[in-house]
């Protein structure tokens, strides 16, 4: 039994008082600056170690009651997590936001200036790294036991420039001022070991053990970031894992004099965690990135267990304790490594191991796009991880006995359901690994789920329909709405209370005004201050003046040929040449906002073309305010936090059938932007919830694209039946964008004419007049706004809420540990 002393966790006082106390002294303690002398860089580090004081506090007691609960932990394994600011999110969260603002006004700072100080934490491409964060920021809120494990990325996303019309990349140093959030665990480190080779022991009384030796060994250290729930006391912890030299790895060289290369390996040994690969839905195959994948799973793993082992749990009650979440194919080497663990470390016997496995690991599958799904040639799988390589060997090979009991001489079925594939180079398919270790596979909406079941999964969904599930993604309305949306969040408060901010569903209470006119009025308003603080940014970012009153069409998401930046900007065009030749159009501003994978040569090409015809657009005085076309550089959550909120359409355009779910559908049309899309990923689900008549729907279905594309027409042909578009792509093609170099875009227009892989000729005509219908209703204020009411107060399903609501009830098998409301317990 400890000392009372030692089990005492400090509790400090959260009001102004207490709040400005602590910021002052931490100038002075933690920063080593006189008050008087400080500069906002060093407030915005004192208040951020005055919070994160309180923060780790309420973690800490939030631990002690997981433990004394006895509660089944969540473990969630990404190696995305993009999770923006941290400062404002974090004083929200804690429930002191007005107390500190209030605290650095008595200090004479301003907590908004502060605030824009800050890097964002961008540790992910796109909406798969956001919905982990999302997902960590819920598991908190509703008070579930939730571990996330990640990577510290030296250097996150890149910052992505216009020169002036092609993107170039620069590193994201988000570190380079230090991280006043994070707790670097320089006693929680784990050994990770590459390469090197396997023996084989032979027990005199039967029974084998392998021992992996020789090879390579690089420490993982663990950073905690606490991450706290909104409206209650829980905080859970994001730990991330950065690569440490060893220090027997050092030594070897220092005693045979070589200094410098000791240095050097050492350097060489921490470059796994040193940058994030810029790709989205795409898979890279490159050594570096499989250490990288193994790095953080093995450490979380290892993590994991001790932490189990360390409750006084059996490693037999691993599945009644822990969950543990792939996120994606990333960590999918788990699989294997956990078997490690069991097997070789902690001698399960095998088949004992694997059914432990089997029932503690779920996978999310988060795209179809077959290039996006991880497959690791053998021979290197074999060099960096030869115990694994031969522990997957062993998992086939019994899965393979199985299939092969269950359809006698179908050895075709053998070869798609094996996990390595046979053609060709010999591969190991990660997905399948997942699935085979996996108690549930689950697809990320409606449509992708149904279509994992019938083509990617479909060998496997026949086998184990059980374990085949859908969770339809959802968003954070703490950021997407509360802090993003300031001035709706007011409104809808003075309307319908607070409620909402815990349960979503609440929204339904703003149905019966959709009508008032009151309410329009108020809500035209909001959204009209919305794009005015939104055409600030733009005009200090680009230079580029946007009129307020006119509609906001924004396409904002990474780019990629399936999402059809290229479908609106064909629509761009064409607006842009009826301009020209005297037509009256609806006046519209169109913003673009994202970034290209630095190898990706077609969505680079699509980026330049964009700028290219923005520029001509934007400088030609006969448009004037009737468009504007923007791309908005440098596309991440602190940008989105204030275009989300000002954009009056939302595209969602993608050829059906490839987007899995999309998530910027969500948090736009939460903010009241109305969808026009096509029958895609989570679309179709929003479709469903706000009505046919409050979104704009067009273009072929999934099935149709499979159709279409059997047919095989030739895309020119389409261009013979519509002048309007054959003009759009004949100016981009000729050089009208770029005249000191009309050669610049042949290869796109010869791209649209003969391939379109994604069919952005043959959706033209639908999309053009789906823009139409857009037109026509925005030019009816009234009628407007009720249908951007109905899309507010029908969202409430796609909260983040209801969606770890779903994994726990239908994979995790966890309940809520909620600690305490904040404002009736340790507030004051
Ligand atoms: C992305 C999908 C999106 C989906 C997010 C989150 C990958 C591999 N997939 O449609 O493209 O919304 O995951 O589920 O990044």
């Given amino acids: 039994m400890a000392a009372p002393e030692v089990t005492h966790l400090p509790h400090l006082p959260n009001d102004v008082e207490g709040l400005r106390q602590s910021i002052r002294d931490a100038v002075v303690r933690v920063v080593g600056e006189d008050p008087r002398e400080a500069s906002d860089r060093d407030w915005l580090e004192a208040l951020a170690f005055a919070i994160r004081e309180r923060m780790i506090e309420r973690r800490l007691l939030t631990r002690r009651q997981f433990v004394e609960e006895d509660v089944k932990r969540v473990y969630y394994l990404s190696m995305e997590y993009l999770i923006g600011r941290m400062l404002e999110a974090n004083l929200r969260n804690m429930g002191i936001l007005d107390e500190a603002r209030q605290a650095m006004a008595d200090l004479g700072v301003d907590l908004d200036g502060i605030i824009d100080l800050e890097d964002d934490a961008a540790l992910g491409n796109g909406g798969l790294g956001r919905l982990a964060a999302c997902i960590l920021e819920s598991l908190a809120t509703q008070g579930f036991p939730g571990y996330g494990y990640g990577i510290r990325y030296e250097y996150g996303m890149f910052r992505q420039d216009f020169e002036p019309y092609r993107q170039v990349e620069h ?363 939104l055409a600030e940014l733009v005009r200090e970012r680009t230079g580029v003046e946007l009129n307020p009153d006119v509609l906001f069409d924004v396409q904002v998401k990474r780019i990629h040929e399936y999402k059809r930046q290229l479908l609106k900007l064909l629509h761009v065009i064409d607006l842009y040449r009826r301009i020209r030749a005297g037509e009256d159009i609806p006046p519209r501003v169109v913003l673009f906002g994202g970034k290209a994978a630095p190898g990706y040569a077609r969505a680079k090409a699509i980026i330049q073309v964009i700028n290219e015809v923005a520029d001509i657009v934007n400088h030609d005085p006969a448009v004037g305010d009737r468009l504007k076309c923007v791309f908005f550089p440098n596309y991440e959550v602190s940008a989105a936090s204030i275009i989300i909120p000002a954009a009056d359409l939302s595209e969602q355009i993608s050829t059906a059938g490839f987007e899995a779910s999309g998530t910027g559908n969500m948090k736009l049309a939460l903010n009241g932007a109305l969808t026009i899309g096509t029958l895609d990923g989570a679309n179709i689900e929003i479709r469903d919830a706000v009505g046919d008549d409050n979104v704009f729907i067009f273009g072929m279905t999934a099935a149709e694209v499979v159709e279409h594309r059997a047919r095989g027409e030739q895309p020119s042909t389409i261009l013979e039946r519509a002048p309007g578009l054959a003009a759009a792509v004949d100016m981009i093609e000729s050089g009208f964008f770029t005249r000191d170099d009309p050669e610049t875009h042949r290869d796109l227009g010869r791209y649209l004419r003969e391939d379109d892989p994604f069919f952005v000729l043959a959706d033209y005509q639908a999309y053009a007049e789906a823009c139409d219908r857009a037109d026509a209703l925005y030019a009816d204020t009234s009628a407007w706004a009720e249908a951007a009411i109905h899309n507010v107060a029908r969202m409430g399903f796609f909260s983040i809420d209801r969606t770890v609501r779903d994994y726990a009830n239908q994979i995790w098998d966890v309940v809520p540990e909620p600690v305490a409301p904040s404002k009736t317990n340790g507030a004051a």
Avoid at 274 to 285: K, Q, S
Avoid at 435 to 447: C, D, E, M, P
Avoid at 449 to 456: A, I, P, S
């Fill in 171 to 533: 590193p994201d140093t988000w570190l380079r001022y230090g991280n006043p959030w994070e707790f670097p665990r320089s006693d929680r480190k784990f050994p990770v070991h590459f390469y090197g080779y396997v023996v084989e022991h032979h027990h005199p009384r039967g029974g084998t053990r392998y021992t992996w030796e020789d090879g390579e060994e690089v420490l993982a250290m663990a950073y905690d970031y606490p991450t706290a729930g909104y409206g209650r006391r829980n905080v859970n912890n994001l730990r991330l894992w950065a690569a440490k030299a060893t220090r027997d790895f050092d030594l070897r060289y220092f005693n045979e004099g070589d200094y410098i290369r000791a240095v050097a390996d050492k350097a060489e040994s921490e470059t796994i965690s040193m940058v994030l690969y810029p790709n989205d839905a795409t898979a890279i195959g490159k050594e570096l990135r499989l250490k990288q994948e193994y790095f953080f799973v093995s450490a979380s793993l290892q993590d994991a267990l001790e932490r189990h082992l360390a409750l006084g749990y059996s490693l037999d009650a691993l599945p009644d304790k822990a969950a543990i979440q792939l996120n994606d194919t990333h960590p999918a080497i788990a699989v294997a490594e956990l078997m490690r663990l069991l097997v070789d470390c902690h001698e399960v016997p095998w088949d004992r191991a694997w059914d432990l496995t089997r029932r503690t690991l779920a996978y999310t599958n988060h795209t179809l796009m077959p290039e996006a799904l991880e497959t690791w040639p053998v021979p290197l799988m074999q060099h960096v991880l030869p115990r694994h390589m031969g522990i997957i060997y062993q998992i086939n090979h019994e899965f393979l006995e199985e299939v092969r009991h269950r359809y006698p001489g179908d050895s075709d079925r053998l070869a798609r359901l094996s996990i390595i594939d046979e053609e060709g180079e010999r591969r190991v398919r990660m997905a399948h690994l997942a699935v085979v270790g996996s108690h549930h596979i689950n697809g990320v909406a409606a449509l992708h789920t149904r279509l994992l079941q019938e083509t990617l999964f479909e060998d496997f969904y026949e086998l184990w329909p059980e374990r085949f599930v859908n969770v339809t993604n959802g968003v954070t309305p703490r950021l997407w709405m509360i802090q993003s949306n300031p001035a709706l969040t007011e409104l809808l408060g003075r309307r319908i209370g607070n409620d909402w901010q815990y349960d979503l569903e609440r929204l339904r209470a703003l149905e019966p005004y959709a009508t008032d006119p009151e309410l329009q009025r108020e809500f035209m308003s909001v959204k009209r201050a919305n794009k005015v603080r």
